[in-house]
């Protein structure tokens, strides 16, 4: 699975108001063809316009956001190659994120090697907002209805190792965040040290957690997971 960097579209969507913004969105999302996105510029999170994209597409978008504020909210919406109205999976989900990420974050370290040190920082930023978002969702989510389904409590079993290691990532993460724009800053060693805690543990997650998940919460149970994973940190 592959997700790549492309030239992104974008909705300026600040003078509008909230129903000419949903119907622009929709309509640009419709010209979409499976694998395109755009990006949905607006003065707030836009759960509005997400709560139409599961009522009227649902199966059918990825939403990704990339700036959450406080003044402006930039939001990567995709077209699925999917049909509507399919259930999603937790596994099918969560590993295209991890994809997403991993895609920004190259992206930000081919932009430092260049010497384009302000997009660098600028691709590391969308990065971090979307690991963290990601960390977030799994810990206040994903894992406690994991947990709930399997009866295994937050300190046993693959949530507390997932835990633990979220600890590293973060840390490892705000090290990164803090230089990547400094060309004096030497980050070979750190982002190999990086690697080696989120290579094995996004492996852990889709091959164990995340199917361990699907399996337990079954294909409706699991739909309902990843609409709520959706709307994570998108104010109502």
């Known amino acids: 699975m592959t997700h790549l960097i492309t030239a992104e579209r974008a909705l300026d969507a600040r003078p509008l108001a909230a129903d000419a913004r949903s119907a622009q969105a929709l309509a640009l999302f419709d010209s979409l063809f499976p694998g395109e996105r755009f990006v949905l510029v607006a003065k707030d999170s836009c ?15 990825e939403w990704s956001p990339l700036e959450m504020g406080p003044t402006v909210f930039r939001t990567e919406i995709a077209r699925r190659e999917a049909s509507g109205g399919n259930a999603r999976t937790v596994g099918e989900a969560l590993a295209w994120d991890h ?6 974050e190259e992206a930000a370290f081919e932009a430092r090697a260049a010497g384009d040190f302000p997009a660098a920082f600028d691709l590391h930023a969308e990065f971090a907002t979307g690991l963290r978002r990601h960390i977030g969702f799994e810990e206040e989510l994903l894992f406690p209805a994991f947990e709930a389904a399997s009866g295994m409590p937050p300190s046993a079993g693959p949530t507390a190792v997932m835990r633990a290691e979220h600890e590293q990532i973060l840390d490892l993460l705000d090290q990164i965040a803090d230089r990547i724009g400094d060309a004096a800053e030497p980050l070979d060693a750190l982002r190999k040290k990086f690697h080696a805690v989120m290579d094995d543990h996004n492996f852990k997650e889709e091959h164990v957690l995340y199917p361990g998940t699907d399996q337990l919460l079954g294909s409706q149970g699991s739909d309902r997971l990843v609409r709520k994973i959706q709307g994570y940190l998108t104010a109502s």
Do not use: V, Y
């Open 99 to 104: 994809d997403r990420l991993e895609a920004l």
């Open 47 to 61: 759960a509005d316009l997400l709560r139409r994209l599961q009522a009227e597409r649902p199966g059918l978008f």
